[in-house]
């Protein structure tokens, strides 16, 4: 293929994992190149035949660790890298708190690596998978990208220290367009029920954790508060559907051709919804019980979290699509065929 007809190559860092997987179909299904580098730290390789049986497209695999120069170079000079979409890290907030250290080597260390990889080979575009744990706590709603940023964890300060070194990196490279998207709750799966999200052991996570009980391997839902101020007591999220969340990814890429210099962007449905709002909209969409109980509130929670939408809505034009009950269905449609 000449070079003038060739469509732009994407390499995805961390392809294989729960949201890289949902992108790299929308990537291929419009017509991107991939090249996908994963580890398997917190992925299965049974993603990869999901991909190309979802989207009838192949794609190149190459298995490694991001922080390692000579596999970067590996791929680099093997592939010509347009743009990356970088997912690879670590991101389990309580096993943060317990190893910081093993969250602050991995997490800087893939960006590091990546980002003198792709200074060297001329690769200017980026889109970052950043959080909107980045953000400091509020009292008011919804989260504004220009709202104070303040962590409480180590996970979500490698998230915050990474679009500090993308900011910098922007600002002395006038070619670079970098664009940190911030997710609020990501949940769901694909609708194929081929891909979704398997977390090792007990998942954190409100919508996994509901998984599990629905399907009967997990007793019961502890409920984490019911004296919130919020509509019920419970705690509101901004849940929002993996599958929208890949189609932000490549609204963000194509935003990230046409420009340079670095932005931030929330990427959620602006809609708060609290845990039994979700418990129920999950029993009525799936015909299924999910007995729980109300306990103490988990440490460090907040009562209320969502996104102001209108900045992705202005520069991406991105606006999420799916519902709870679509979110609801897809989790268990892949929970039910896939969770041990
Ligand atoms: N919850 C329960 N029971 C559970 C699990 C969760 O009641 O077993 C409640 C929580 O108290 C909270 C809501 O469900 O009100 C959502 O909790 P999650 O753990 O699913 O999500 P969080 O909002 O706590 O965390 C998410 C991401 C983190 C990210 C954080 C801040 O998982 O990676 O948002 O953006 F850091």
């Keep these: 293929m000449s070079e003038t007809n060739r469509k732009p ?6 392809g294989a994992g729960f949201i890289g997987s949902h992108t790299v179909c929308e990537l291929l299904n419009a017509g991107y190149d991939v090249v996908i580098a994963d580890n398997f730290f917190n992925a299965k390789p049974e993603a990869l035949d999901a991909i190309r049986e979802i989207t009838h497209k192949d794609f190149v695999f190459m298995e490694g660790d991001v922080a390692d120069h000579e596999f970067m170079e590996k791929i680099f000079s093997a592939h010509k890298i347009d743009a990356v979409i970088h997912f690879a890290g670590y991101k389990a907030v309580g096993e943060s708190v317990a190893k910081p250290l093993m969250y602050y080597r991995n997490n800087l260390d893939t960006t590091l690596t990546l980002l003198e990889t792709m200074k060297k080979y001329g690769c200017h575009h980026l889109v970052f998978s950043s959080s909107a744990t980045v953000y400091a706590e509020s009292e008011s709603m919804p989260l504004y990208e220009s709202n104070p940023l303040g962590t409480s964890n180590p996970y979500g300060e490698t998230k915050r220290m990474i679009e500090r070194i993308l900011g910098d990196t922007a600002h002395a490279d006038k070619d670079a367009s970098f664009v ?5 709750n990501p949940v769901g799966a694909h609708p194929s029920g081929l891909l979704g999200e398997d977390p090792n052991g007990i998942p954190n996570n409100l919508m996994p954790f509901i998984v599990k009980v629905a399907t009967g391997k997990i ?17 509101m999220r901004d849940y929002i559907h993996v599958v929208d969340l890949a189609k932000a990814h490549l609204a963000a890429l194509e935003y990230a051709f046409k420009r340079t210099g670095i932005d931030y962007i929330n990427i959620g449905t602006g809609n708060g919804t609290s845990v039994l709002q979700i ?3 999950f029993k009525k969409v799936n ?7 109300i306990t103490e509130r988990r440490p460090g929670d907040l009562a209320k979290v969502w996104a102001d939408t209108s900045y992705a809505k202005r520069v991406l034009g991105f606006t999420a699509e799916k519902n709870i009950e679509d979110m609801c269905r897809d989790a268990y449609n892949y929970g039910v065929k896939h969770m041990k």
């Design 9 to 14: 190559c994407i390499l995805v860092t961390g």
């Design 279 to 281: 418990v129920e909209a």
């Design 219 to 235: 007793e019961k839902l502890r409920v984490f508060g019911n004296d919130y101020d919020t509509v019920d007591g419970t705690g």
């Design 287 to 293: 015909h299924v019980d999910v007995p729980y109980e």
């Design 180 to 184: 940190c998207l911030r997710y609020f």
